[in-house]
């Protein structure tokens, strides 16, 4: 009885501290910041970039999918390294600092492996924020209609 009230309890908690995960697949480019954690790689950081595809937002966090872990010999999670990420959502373009703190190999071959990664948004500014919220708030209006072959709905 007292674990059930207890587990109970702890399910409530959860849901008021752990922010509610939107799933939502939207395109995201990511560079690196340029600071201290580039070294004599500063140059060469300015022009790289990869793209992907969210797997989940969040108002604390992002979770994405990209082609590799890595661009050139700098890992994307790891060392607190900043990433400035753009992300195109229906409501417009938005831009966020985040930072990486985990990832897993996802996919059974490695030819065709992807890497999602788990980052925790650090920065945006205000203007980004509301259409950032908005979209989380409404997003589900955003998704495109989907249209069937064969199908006519006159």
Do not use: C, W
């Not at 590799?68 to 607190?80: A, D, Q």
């Not at 985990?102 to 999602?116: M, T």
């Amino acid at each position: 009885m007292i674990r059930k009230l207890f587990r109970q309890f702890n399910k409530s908690l959860s849901k008021r501290v752990v922010p509610l995960r939107y799933d939502y697949e939207v395109p995201i480019k990511l560079t690196f910041e340029p600071g201290k954690n580039a070294g004599g790689f500063q140059a060469s950081l300015i022009n790289l970039y990869i793209t992907g595809e969210t797997k989940d937002l969040s108002k604390s966090g992002i979770a994405f999918i990209v082609p590799s872990i890595r661009l050139k010999e700098n890992y994307l999670v790891g060392e607190n390294r900043t990433l400035n990420a753009e992300l195109d959502l229906p409501n417009g373009k938005i831009s966020m600092k985040i930072v990486g703190l985990r990832y897993e190999q996802i996919g059974k071959h490695i030819s065709a492996s992807k890497f999602l990664i788990g980052a925790k948004i650090l920065q945006m500014t205000d203007e980004n924020r509301e259409v950032y919220e908005t979209f989380l708030r409404d997003g589900k209006k955003f998704k495109s209609k989907v249209f069937q072959f064969g199908i006519d709905e006159s």
